[in-house]
């Protein structure tokens, strides 16, 4: 299984970043996994964004407040991102990984694999 | 948010050494940690899941204990290809939360 980020490299401020992740090796409309978004500042520790479940269930970072949305694109087998209202705190690498369960008690996660990461720069 | 306190934040070690990073929860979280390692300009690498199991393809000089709210990832005789910065990541609740991070320096 393998994933790749896409999208814009530079976003102006109070505009809205959007990605995609590009699956592959894996449908990301069947089994038992998880599709999450993470970010890291240069320099910095991981912040973890937000997820989509199989069945389109969502769960985000209270910290992004209503900025944030995740989506499926079954037809392109891929995980879209979007961020509004983006600011410099925004600018980081962006990656998307997968997320396994257990399917019984206790369901213990875990992110693997992950993607790239693509570098995504708020400026104006 | 439940907070992970990773100790220390940076370490310096030789070739052959053995070293442990700890990680603290904020709470109790049995086993729902996880362990990865960040090369500069790479993504992370799953290591270690539900805080003993290592993942398939790391070698076993790689080993974690724990369970609650401390754990430590160990990693014995070290070499070069292990010089990196370490992360735990806990799967209790969300949202996720990670570590601030362990860098494994070269002495």
């Known amino acids: 299984v393998q994933l790749q980020e896409s999208g814009p490299g530079l976003v102006k401020p109070s505009q809205t970043l959007s990605l995609s992740c590009t699956v592959s090796?894996?449908?990301?409309?069947?089994?038992?996994?998880?599709w999450n978004w993470i970010r890291q500042p240069a320099g910095k520790g991981l912040e973890w964004i937000g997820l989509i479940y199989t069945f389109g269930a969502t769960g985000y970072n209270p910290s992004l407040k209503n900025r944030v949305s995740i989506s499926l694109d079954t037809s392109r087998n891929q995980v879209s991102l979007r961020l509004t209202s983006v600011t410099a705190a925004d600018t980081a690498v962006y990656f998307c990984a997968r997320e396994g369960r257990y399917t019984t008690s206790p369901q213990y996660s875990w992110f693997d694999p992950w993607g790239q990461g693509t570098l995504v720069t708020v400026s104006s | 948010d439940l907070q992970l306190t990773q100790s220390p934040s940076a370490l310096s070690a030789s070739l052959g050494d053995r070293i442990s990073i700890t990680c603290r929860a904020s709470?109790?979280?049995?086993?729902?940690l996880n362990w990865y390692q960040q090369k500069a300009g790479r993504a992370p690498t799953l290591l270690i899941y539900?805080?003993?199991n290592l993942q398939g393809g790391v070698p076993s000089r790689f080993s974690a204990s724990g369970s609650g709210t401390d754990f430590t990832l160990t990693i014995r005789s070290l070499q070069p290809e292990d010089f990196a910065t370490y992360y735990c990541q806990q799967s209790h609740s969300t949202p996720w939360t990670f570590g601030q991070g362990t860098k494994v320096e070269i002495k």
């Open positions: 090796g894996a449908s990301v409309s069947s089994g038992n996994y998880y």
């Open positions: 709470q109790g979280i049995s086993n729902y």
């Open positions: 539900a805080a003993v």
